[in-house]
């Protein structure tokens, strides 16, 4: 198969074309020649006003679902959001039925994503059941290609299993993912503790809960020499946390989400049960310190944190609502309605990720194996739900405007258009 994209910015600096306008021929998912004007016959050609190419994105934890929860998600239709969002490359929790604990159940994901739309990559659980008790299988999870390992969802609460696995995943050179949640303060909370909470007469759970959790963890990796990744940080002291453990050369790096950065607590007088998340929405100042950390690079990654919930776990009273909301398809117009510059989209996006967790290197350059993302991202468009490709529709960021219009994928050497 032949694909000819023309008059697209190459955005990638490790590329000798960076940010240069050119013509792209690719074949048989090889990049073969990158020239001014291209004519030769393809396959496919695209050509759309203020087009764009970078290196594949990647998101490093999503909630695919499968096994055990389809009717919420499928490996497939994941797949399928992921391609739509311009993700070439997602990570996926452990937290399914039964859990990613053990090589079988890794070699499930790895062997039924092998022809989707984008490359699946299984975290492998820290603790069997992610129940945080006792440690996983990891040694034979990395010999079938988990990515990483984390308990996901649910947080490693003990300070000494942590310790253990992050001793452990420095054998394999692996990284641990961790999820800041001390679960043992405000358990029933519902959203941030704060003058919003008690307005709205919601049961708040505090900043501090995360706080304590980043804190602790870093003073773990310092103490271990180990690879830790804090992921969905929501917390302007986290940030604080983590800028000093990075200055002190601990192997620490973090992750956020958009809709942590676009909303705040305040969006909660709705009562908008797709606003509920976990970490909950902060407040405005730690939503600015967010987009901030991003400008001066101590925010790694951007994470979708997708998260599927079925039609009856979001329409229901606030306090019974299940926490989450997908992401995949809206995270790049959202990067880009919050007006962070395409050179930093690129890094959290792509580059960084990459490099955190070992992913091969993709560039764009002639001979290069195609893994691409193309988008235009000077475009505003309405975010619907004609747009979302997930199974479950829960999206805080329908009818909202967004910025920053994906339109397809390069990937396993096949082209993925949106419609």
């Known amino acids: 198969m ?21 013509d792209i021929f690719i074949s048989n998912g090889i990049i073969s020649r990158i020239e001014d004007n291209i004519n030769e016959a393809s396959d496919h050609i695209i050509e759309e006003e203020g087009l764009s190419v970078s290196p594949g994105w990647v998101d490093i934890f999503s909630h695919f679902c499968d096994p055990g929860y389809e009717h919420k998600e499928s490996l497939e239709t994941g797949a399928a959001a992921a391609a739509a969002g311009g993700f070439t490359h997602v990570f996926l929790v452990p937290n399914t039925t039964p859990a990613i604990h053990s090589k079988s159940q890794v070699e499930y994901i790895v062997e039924k994503s092998r022809n989707l739309p984008a490359c699946l990559h299984p975290i ?6 992610v129940e945080g008790k006792e440690l996983a299988e990891m040694y034979d999870m990395k010999l079938y290609d988990a990515m990483a390992f984390s308990d996901g ?53 505090p900043a501090m809960a995360e706080e304590i959790m980043v ?26 946390y983590i800028r000093r453990a990075k200055q002190g050369q601990i192997q620490v790096t973090c992750s956020i989400t958009p809709y942590h950065m676009y909303f705040t607590d305040e969006d909660l007088v709705s009562y908008d049960t797709n606003l509920k998340v976990n ?26 944190h997708h998260m599927p919930q079925e039609w009856d776990s979001k329409t229901c009273e606030f306090e019974y609502a299940k926490p989450g909301m997908i992401g995949l398809e809206s995270c790049y117009g959202v990067l880009g309605a919050l007006g962070i510059p395409q050179e930093r989209i690129n890094e959290v996006l792509s580059k960084n990720p990459r490099e955190i967790f070992g992913l091969p290197e993709s560039s764009i350059k002639t001979g290069a194996k195609a893994d691409l993302t ?4 000077d475009v505003t468009y309405l975010f619907s739900t004609q747009l979302i490709k997930s199974k479950s529709k829960n999206s805080a960021f329908t009818g909202k405007t967004l910025k920053g219009k994906v339109i397809g994928t390069v990937s396993r050497d096949k082209l993925y258009l949106n419609a």
Request: hydrophobic share 40%; aromatic share 2%; glycine share 6%.
């Open 124 to 129: 492998g659980a820290i603790t069997k059941n």
């Open 215 to 240: 804190a602790r963890d870093i003073k773990l990796a310092r103490y271990t020499e180990s690879r830790l990744h804090i992921t969905g940080i929501s917390s302007a002291k986290s940030l604080e």
């Open 2 to 22: 032949t694909i000819l994209i023309r008059k697209a910015q190459i955005q990638d600096p490790a590329s000798p074309f960076h940010l240069s306008v050119k």
């Open 374 to 377: 193309i988008f235009q991202p």
């Open 153 to 205: 969802l649910n947080a490693i609460q003990s300070a000494g299993l942590l310790i253990k696995a992050l001793q452990y995943v420095k054998a394999i050179n692996a990284v641990v993912i961790q999820l800041p949640d001390d679960k043992s303060i405000a358990p029933d909370g519902l959203m941030n503790e704060g003058i919003v909470s008690t307005r709205l007469g919601l049961p708040g759970k």
């Open 279 to 304: 970490l909950p929405l902060r407040t405005r100042k730690d939503a600015d310190a967010l987009r901030e950390a991003i400008l001066d690079g101590t925010v790694d990654c951007v994470t979708s």
